[in-house]
């Protein structure tokens, strides 16, 4: 299991934006606050966000298994197969630098609901482990239209067994009495078990998941990047300078060997004559 520094150890463009954040003095952090309350005000209902008790699907990060891990490592580049293309191999170098789904979804350009997408795809092949907490799990399902807004307010324990059958049959009975044919959610709304505001909450956050989001500017999205390719600028400079002192003195080490041979050639010709001329003398 990731924990909270394994996290963070890992340097993205997101993490750098909330390290800043966290940074600031307080003072200013709590006139951010104010100015975000105040825009989530215009779009949502802070209560319902103010009262998630665990971290929502965008903090998710996605493990990856062995089978995912050996096929980043054994599989090219570019190759595309049946089952995997490029986006996946990149999904899964995601999920082993610890990456979460917003930070998955920011380096890849993809909406939320794509992420999701590729997600259970990789669950489904064995290449990533099932998300183990019901309710991020039950949000991505959500999310990617795998069940509606009635199924995830069930299933994902906003309403106790009783309300959910309190409420079935209330619609039952206006079934059989012909009465217009009301929606669970309704239903539990006008019984007061649900919060019309935190539905609708609910509704766009998932409306919101189609789009694609930049956490950081372009311009400083660019100088990192050139920053980082300056890094490894250096580096393989560094590595050339290594390599060109290495064949330095191998080169002056091959050439003091032929030196060396060299003059045992001389020698072994000059003592070669001369074992010839004692013979040539003797046979005279």
Same mark, same amino acid.
């Given at each position: 299991?990731?924990?909270?520094?394994?996290?963070?150890?890992?340097?993205?463009?997101?993490?750098?934006?909330?390290?800043?954040?966290?940074?600031?003095?307080?003072?200013?952090?709590?006139?951010?606050?104010?100015?975000?309350?105040?825009?989530?005000?215009?779009?949502?209902?802070?209560?319902?966000?103010?009262?998630?008790?665990?971290?929502?699907?965008?903090?998710?990060?996605?493990?990856?298994?062995?089978?995912?891990?050996?096929?980043?490592?054994?599989?090219?580049?570019? @190759?595309?197969?049946?089952?995997?293309?490029?986006?996946?191999?990149?999904?899964?170098?995601?999920?082993?630098?610890?990456?979460?789904?917003?930070?998955?979804?920011?380096?890849?350009?993809?909406?939320?609901?794509?992420?999701?997408?590729?997600?259970?795809?990789?669950?489904?092949?064995?290449?990533? @482990?099932?998300?183990?907490?019901?309710?991020?799990?039950?949000?991505?399902?959500?999310?990617?239209?795998?069940?509606?807004?009635?199924?995830?307010?069930?299933?994902?324990?906003?309403?106790?067994?009783?309300?959910?059958?309190?409420?079935?049959?209330?619609?039952?009975?206006?079934?059989?009495?012909?009465?217009?044919?009301?929606?669970?959610?309704?239903? %539990?709304?006008?019984?007061?078990?649900?919060?019309?505001?935190?539905?609708?909450?609910?509704?766009?956050?998932?409306?919101?998941?189609?789009?694609?989001?930049?956490?950081?500017?372009?311009?400083?999205?660019?100088? @990192?990047?050139?920053?980082?390719?300056?890094?490894?600028?250096?580096? %393989?400079?560094?590595?050339?300078?290594?390599?060109?002192?290495?064949?330095?003195?191998?080169?002056? @080490? %091959?050439?003091?060997?032929?030196?060396?041979?060299?003059?045992?050639?001389?020698?072994?010709?000059?003592?070669?004559?001369?074992?010839?001329?004692?013979?040539?003398?003797?046979?005279?």
């Amino acid at each position: 299991m990731h924990t909270y520094d394994d996290i963070m150890s890992t340097p993205t463009q997101y993490k750098s934006l909330i390290g800043r954040i966290n940074s600031l003095p307080l003072w200013v952090k709590q006139a951010l606050y104010y100015e975000i309350r105040l825009n989530i005000l215009n779009q949502s209902d802070i209560d319902y966000l103010d009262n998630i008790s665990t971290e929502p699907l965008q903090l998710y990060c996605p493990v990856i298994t062995e089978k995912g891990a050996l096929l980043i490592r054994t599989r090219k580049r570019n @190759e595309i197969s049946e089952n995997v293309d490029i986006n996946h191999k990149s999904f899964l170098n995601a999920t082993k630098q610890k990456l979460n789904m917003l930070e998955i979804s920011h380096s890849n350009n993809w909406s939320l609901k794509q992420t999701c997408e590729i997600l259970f795809l990789m669950i489904s092949s064995g290449y990533v @482990e099932p998300i183990r907490n019901q309710n991020v799990y039950m949000f991505a399902l959500y999310i990617t239209d795998k069940i509606n807004l009635d199924e995830f307010l069930i299933r994902s324990d906003r309403l106790s067994p009783r309300q959910i059958n309190k409420a079935m049959q209330i619609k039952q009975c206006s079934s059989h009495m012909k009465m217009d044919n009301d929606s669970i959610i309704n239903i %539990l709304t006008s019984m007061g078990y649900l919060d019309e505001k935190a539905i609708n909450s609910i509704e766009k956050i998932k409306e919101s998941a189609n789009e694609m989001a930049s956490v950081i500017d372009q311009v400083e999205c660019q100088s @990192e990047e050139l920053v980082y390719f300056q890094e490894e600028l250096n580096n %393989l400079i560094e590595q050339k300078k290594k390599l060109i002192e290495k064949i330095n003195f191998y080169q002056t @080490e %091959l050439q003091e060997k032929i030196d060396e041979n060299l003059e045992l050639t001389k020698k072994l010709d000059a003592y070669a004559n001369g074992v010839m001329g004692k013979v040539l003398l003797t046979l005279s």
